[in-house]
Nanobody
Framework: VQLVESGGGLVQPGGSLRLSCAAS????????MSWYRQAPGKERTWITS????????IYKDSLRDRFTISRDNANYTLYLQMNDLKPEDTAVYYC?????????WGQGTQVTVSS
């Protein structure tokens, strides 16, 4: 199983980024997927999840108005659209999946929000 995030970078406050997570090595369509993030000096925390079909999503309350999770099952890709970014969104962002009780993480992509 491999999860590869991309799309991070440096963005000014108020800007937007779209993160991608390319999945391989498992039947992506069968599993719920999630995004987490880890800010400097802090623990990794959950942001949002999406069901295998993409029909249902759930968000951390404080982020639901600015972040949107989606997936393209045909291309085995998970997305995170982030709008109105704030300096406190600075973190490494990880995609996560669980297949048959085994956790899988990507290597992470750095998002830095700064003027």
């Amino acid at each position: 199983v491999q999860l590869v995030e991309s799309g991070g970078g440096l963005v000014q406050p108020g800007g937007s980024l779209r993160l991608s997570c390319a999945a391989s090595g498992f039947t992506f369509n069968n599993y719920d997927m999630s995004w987490y993030r880890q800010a400097p000096g802090k623990e990794r925390t959950w942001i949002t999840s999406i069901t295998s079909t993409g029909d249902n999503t759930i968000y951390k309350d404080s982020l639901r108005d600015r972040f949107t999770i989606s997936r393209d099952n045909a291309n085995y890709t998970l997305y995170l659209q982030m709008n109105d970014l704030k300096p406190e969104d600075t973190a490494v962002y990880y995609c996560y999946g669980n297949e048959n009780g085994v956790d899988y993480w990507g290597q992470g992509t750095q998002v830095t929000v700064s003027s």
